[in-house]
T-cell receptor
Framework: DADVTQTPRNRITKTGKRIMLECSQTKGHDRMYWYRQDPGLGLRLIYYSFDVKDINKGEISDGYSVSRQAQAKFSLSLESAIPNQTALYFC???????????FGSGTRLTVV | EDQVTQSPEALRLQEGESSSLNCSYTVSGLRGLFWYRQDPGKGPEFLFTLYSAGEEKEKERLKATLTKKESFLHITAPKPEDSATYLCAVQASGGSGNTGKLIFGQGTTLQVKP
């Protein structure tokens, strides 16, 4: 099994719908992240969490929310999806030093 | 503002043709510079971490070097299986460095033809 598992792998949704992307990890890391990848823009940080009670906004958090249900689970929600949220989404974990990063395989989201 | 720029955006090589990828960065105190490999439909896979100018690391046909302003990923005698997108990222010391946040470049897509 993968260290960081994202579900679903692919999703097509309609504008205005609420959608949740899920991430679970077996690394035992406290730190978890959600990044978004767009062609030509690299990966950008949406939200990050140091532990269940510590959640922080990244550089592009507008239109997104997150939930850290347990140390191993970190979910990303789009409250009302819009087409410019079409992208590849990655969950990642890191050790306390923030050095040992592990990425999931990504969720390809298309908003039509 | 912390920033990472990679060049070229795309690179086509013949098998065995060595070359280098560039990563230029501006950051308010470098905590670490990272290289990742990303295959289509997959997440980034860790290659190297460099911490200080002058540092070098090698793995098979890849060698990463670091100066105060840029990093190079040298590919020696590449093979078709080296085809991928290579991502560079920096982690700043100080406030943002405490988050573990990575600032990514846009990547270089490498294609190696047999």
């Amino acid at each position: 099994d993968a260290d960081v598992t994202q579900t679903p792998r692919n999703r097509i949704t309609k504008t205005g719908k609420r959608i949740m992307l899920e991430c679970s990890q077996t690394k035992g890391h406290d730190r978890m992240y959600w990044y978004r990848q767009d062609p030509g823009l690299g990966l950008r940080l949406i939200y990050y969490s140091f532990d269940v009670k510590d959640i922080n906004k990244g550089e592009i958090s507008d239109g997104y929310s997150v939930s850290r249900q347990a140390q191993a689970k970190f979910s990303l929600s789009l409250e009302s999806a819009i087409p410019n949220q079409t992208a590849l989404y990655f969950c990642a974990t890191s050790d306390l030093g923030g050095i040992g990063y592990t990425f999931g395989s990504g969720t390809r989201l298309t908003v039509v | 503002e912390d920033q990472v720029t990679q060049s070229p955006e795309a690179l086509r090589l013949q098998e065995g043709e060595s070359s280098s990828l560039n990563c230029s960065y501006t950051v308010s105190g470098l905590r670490g510079l990272f290289w990742y490999r990303q295959d289509p439909g997959k997440g980034p896979e860790f290659l190297f971490t460099l911490y200080s100018a002058g540092e070098e690391k090698e793995k098979e046909r890849l060698k990463a070097t670091l100066t105060k302003k840029e990093s190079f990923l040298h590919i020696t005698a590449p093979k078709p299986e080296d085809s991928a997108t290579y991502l560079c990222a920096v982690q700043a010391s100080g406030g943002s460095g405490n988050t573990g946040k990575l600032i990514f470049g846009q990547g270089t897509t490498l294609q190696v033809k047999p």
